[in-house]
């Protein structure tokens, strides 16, 4: 570890939504797969394909960036997702991602939304898209008026057996519900700089510690054989002394005073 959060680059970042999209989409994995066994999987699969030169990442690592932008862009693809189905006659999906962008930009204090390249990617998912494009086509005729239920802003229609109000949520009520996304975002960014910040601390702390123990065996060694070659050979028999020599002299050649 470098003690640094590991940049990620767009291209870096647009293959990984697509390592998810294609792990996550295939009918032959399925979802039912543990959470390790998952995100190997998607890193596998971003490592096979990533750039030459470009960082190998492990698993952790991929799922820790991909939780850092999930959220934003799940907020944002709300915000786009409501405005493009409820949008004004005559406008185009770039009218609706423009909307969208000055709407996050004033619930987040004029910051721009910074995932789009991302959310491009994983908004081909059904999760992501907007509902009425997966809603069933055929509009259902009701018995007692004669005419289909699409027809009528107000009523309900089954969508993958689901209710679905067609009615525009109130511009207070949509107002309320940005502004708590905003802040839950926010909230979520400041948790994870901060636990990012307690690891760097924790890792340069372990380091000091780790220099300081090294530092503390180093000058134990030295005081041992400074004692060595300070010890008083008048007592010595002539071996002892002999020995107490040889000893001396590679001590001096370690420590380069001959």
Not at 69 to 78: A, I, K, R, T, W
Request: contains cysteine.
């Amino acid at each position: 570890m470098d003690g640094k959060r590991a940049h990620w680059s767009v291209d870096e970042d647009k293959l990984l939504a697509r390592s998810w999209v294609t792990i996550s989409t295939d009918p032959i994995i399925g979802n039912d797969q543990k959470d390790h066994a998952f995100w190997k999987r998607i890193t596998n699969y971003y490592n096979k394909h990533r750039a030459t030169g470009s960082k190998e990442r492990d698993w952790k690592k991929v799922k820790s960036h991909f939780y850092l932008f999930h959220p934003l862009v799940n907020e944002f693809s709300g915000v786009y997702n409501n405005l493009y189905n409820n949008r004004s006659s005559g406008w185009s999906d770039e009218d609706v991602l423009v909307k969208a962008q000055e709407i996050w930009k004033t619930n987040h204090n004029s910051k721009p939304f910074k995932y789009e390249h991302v959310w491009r990617i994983l908004r081909e998912c059904e999760k992501y898209a907007p509902q009425h494009r997966h809603a069933n086509k055929k509009a259902r005729t009701s018995e007692s008026e004669g005419h289909t239920t699409s027809s009528n802003p107000d009523t309900s229609v089954d969508v993958d057996d689901c209710k679905v109000r067609l009615r525009p949520m109130g511009q207070k009520a949509a107002k309320r519900k940005g502004k708590m996304k905003a802040i839950n975002a926010d909230k979520w960014e400041e948790k994870m700089d901060l636990r990012w910040q307690k690891l760097e601390e924790l890792h340069m702390e372990k380091i000091e510690l780790q220099k300081n123990e090294v530092a503390t065996r180093e000058a134990e060694t030295l005081h041992k054989d400074y004692e060595i070659l300070m010890k008083d050979t008048n007592d010595m028999t002539p071996e002892q002394l002999n020995i107490h020599l040889k000893i001396c002299a590679k001590l001096k050649r370690k420590h380069g005073i001959e």
